[in-house]
């Protein structure tokens, strides 16, 4: 299972996060404290009886002693963090510009749904929708105007056509006319012209030449003579008269008439297709005017609605009950500056799309805890975790891992080396009922990575380290004697003990005082019990990966030292700390990746100094001694 957030955009703001690093180290010193009471049992609990034939027992028993087992115990890890809701409503700002806060829902109230949660300055989104609605009437109007012009266009280009249609239509009527009627007509009368001065032609001859006749014969005056023969001239007049006229219409009226005709038929047409095309010009030119101002129109009105929406989302209503809880109250302070717009509150700029509120449906908690990263690779789901809420009265709740995080988290401008996991931590509802707990509640939590059974066991404080071997203090007789050991896995308290020791043996857990311990080389045999072997140089060193490899970064000069040879081994000598917030030497743990050497994480745990990853995926050990000046001095005079 995930945790589900439902994004509301709209204005709103948070309660959770800030959390005072003086009040967490007020914790840590707490815990620290716990630890070192705890530590003090286990002392107790592991020392060997005073009494007894076994020979170890001579010595006189003290809480500084512990005796070898045969045990199990768990290994966990403690980290920190705070609860949060599986379910929640972000409550976003949906204005498009920057606002500030008019009106404000107090944080930490319930709410139910469709009450006001904010309300955001809407005067220049007002002026805005006012001056937008003037530009949407005034788009009307054009649109309008564009629509009229594009019909009158069509009538204009309808009338025009018919016009032109009928020119075309005329001119080849004129034409069919004057080629089957004019031109026959003409013909006609020409030949009618032509037959007519013929035959007065002929009939005017004969009477001139009867009337000569007569006149000769003195039965016609001279006049009449004369009179004949003018009218007889004449004819001859006409019938060459009526020639020409019918060749001239033939071969210069008739072609005329017919390009007449038929340019004006042409013409016609031509002026036909200009039209059509000079009225598909003026109706795209229409057309285009009116998609524009129609497109103008839906803009306009588009922008309007939008004004009106943001005008809305100036109101932010709940969408479903839940408990109010500020976004400014849920910052975790690691990122640099934190919330530099101050708290939510009237008055404050609230920015596009800013995370304002959330709504959490506090009746679903979970725990978000953060781990190290050389620890998330053994956290896996269904692991048990121990949840201590302290907002409860340090009340304890158990759950189990539902989910480690992708991708680690730094440490931000505070310790940017820090790389750390979120685990999202399912509790157990049944325990949660009335509890009255809330998101960014801060919690301790204790993640249960394994179980050692039945293991040779000792305290972990008990181990120390010098260069490259891990040795225990052993009890012989009224004094100790540094043996080496092959540590296994191990807890915040306990560490497993491969080899190098018998349960019964008696350990020092502190470090040694001045005449306390036998001066006394290695054992070369125990050495290799532990698996160490001795190098050329008698120095001893890890053979065959028994044997716990030291950090290359360890030093080869005098013990506690911790400076380098050239040979690289680590020489250095102290105690062995805990792992990272309980790691075990089976967890890698990339140096780089290791908290600073002394400081604590977020969790409050201590780190061991110098970790590093074994080959075979153990941790390696810090060279660098954590005992103090005064300790380590007196511990090098014991050796020598």
């Given at each position: 299972m995930t945790t589900s957030t439902t994004s509301i955009h709209g204005p709103a703001t948070g309660i959770l996060g800030g959390k005072s690093r003086r009040a967490g180290s007020r914790r840590l010193m707490a815990l620290a404290g716990v630890a070192v009471v705890t530590a003090g049992i286990v002392y107790l609990a592991w020392r060997p009886d005073a009494g007894g034939s076994n020979p170890t027992s001579q010595a006189p028993s003290s809480s500084d002693r512990a005796m070898v087992r045969l045990t199990s115990f768990d290994i966990t890890t403690r980290c920190s963090g705070e609860l949060e809701a599986r379910h929640q409503i972000e409550i976003r700002s949906r204005l498009e510009s920057s606002s500030?806060?008019?009106?404000?829902?107090?944080?930490?109230?319930?709410?139910?749904?469709?009450?006001?949660?904010?309300?955001?300055?809407?005067?220049?989104?007002?002026?805005?929708?006012?001056?937008?609605?003037?530009?949407?009437?005034?788009?009307?109007?054009?649109?309008?105007?564009?629509?009229?012009?594009?019909?009158?266009?069509?009538?204009?280009?309808?009338?025009?056509l018919r016009q032109s249609t009928s020119k075309v239509t005329l001119a080849k009527l004129a034409l069919e006319q004057w080629e089957k009627g004019d031109v026959e007509k003409r013909r006609l009368e020409l030949k009618l012209a032509m037959d007519k001065a013929t035959r007065d032609h002929d009939r005017l001859k004969d009477k001139v030449f009867r009337s000569r006749l007569l006149h000769g014969q003195g039965f016609l005056s001279k006049n009449e003579l004369e009179l004949d023969e003018i009218s007889f001239i004449e004819a001859l007049a006409a019938v060459d008269k009526s020639g020409k006229d019918n060749e001239i219409y033939e071969n210069y009226r008739l072609p005329e008439e017919r390009e007449r005709f038929t340019s004006a038929l042409i013409e016609a047409e031509a002026e036909l297709e200009r039209v059509k095309m000079n009225n598909e010009i003026e109706l795209a030119s229409k057309e285009a005017a009116r998609t524009n101002r129609r497109k103008q129109l839906a803009v306009r009105e588009e922008k309007l609605r939008n004004l009106q929406n943001q005008f809305a989302s100036s109101t932010i209503r709940a969408p479903s009950d839940g408990l109010v809880v500020y976004a400014t109250s849920m910052s975790s302070g690691r990122g640099f500056g934190g919330d530099r717009e101050g708290p939510l509150q009237i008055g404050r700029q609230v920015f596009p799309n800013e995370l304002l509120m959330i709504l959490p449906d506090t009746s679903d908690m979970m725990a978000s805890v953060r781990v190290q990263e050389s620890l998330a690779g053994r956290v896996r789901p269904g692991q048990?975790?121990?949840?201590?809420?302290?907002?409860?009265?340090?009340?304890?709740?158990?759950?189990?891992?539902?989910?480690?995080?992708?991708?680690?988290?730094?440490?931000g401008w505070r310790d940017p080396n820090l790389r750390e996991y979120t685990v999202k931590v399912a509790l157990d509802q049944s325990e949660l009922e009335g509890e009255g707990l809330k998101p960014s509640m801060r919690v301790d939590a204790i993640i249960t990575l394994g179980r050692v059974e039945d293991a040779a066991s000792i305290p972990v404080q008990a181990v120390f380290n010098e260069g490259a071997v891990r040795f225990v203090?052993?009890?012989?007789?009224?004094?100790?004697?540094?043996?080496?050991?092959?540590?296994?896995?191990?807890?915040?308290?306990?560490?497993?003990?491969?080899?190098?020791?018998?349960?019964?043996?008696?350990?020092?857990?502190?470090?040694?005082?001045?005449?306390?311990?036998?001066?006394?080389?290695?054992?070369?045999?125990?050495?290799?019990?532990?698996?160490?072997?001795?190098?050329?140089?008698?120095?001893?060193?890890?053979?065959?990966?028994?044997g716990d490899r030291q950090p290359r970064s360890g030093g080869g000069g005098p013990p506690g030292t911790g400076s380098p040879n050239s040979a690289g081994r680590g020489e250095g000598r102290g105690r062995i700390s805990p792992g990272p917030r309980g790691n075990s030497p089976e967890s890698p743990a990339p140096r780089e990746d290791a908290s600073k050497p002394g400081e604590k994480g977020d969790s409050g745990s201590v780190v061991a100094e110098g970790v590093e990853t074994k080959a075979g995926g153990e941790l390696e050990t810090p060279s660098a001694t954590q005992a103090q000046p005064r300790e380590a001095a007196e511990t090098g005079k014991a050796s020598r």
């Open positions: 500030t806060i008019v009106e404000l829902t107090p944080e930490g109230r319930s709410v139910r749904a469709g009450e006001l949660l904010v309300r955001l300055n809407s005067d220049r989104i007002e002026q805005e929708i006012l001056e937008q609605t003037l530009q949407v009437e005034s788009a009307r109007a054009e649109l309008v105007a564009a629509e009229n012009g594009y019909n009158i266009q069509v009538n204009e280009n309808e009338s025009r048990v975790v121990t949840v201590q809420v302290d907002a409860a009265g340090g009340k304890t709740y158990s759950g189990r891992v539902e989910s480690t995080s992708v991708l680690a988290e730094t440490g203090y052993r009890q012989d007789g009224m004094k100790f004697v540094r043996t080496p050991v092959r540590m296994g896995r191990r807890s915040d308290t306990f560490a497993e003990i491969t080899a190098g020791l018998a349960p019964g043996a008696v350990v020092l857990v502190r470090e040694p005082t001045a005449g306390e311990v036998m001066t006394r080389p290695w054992d070369k045999a125990a050495l290799e019990l532990a698996g160490y072997s001795l190098d050329a140089d008698g120095k001893p060193v890890a053979s065959g990966g028994g």
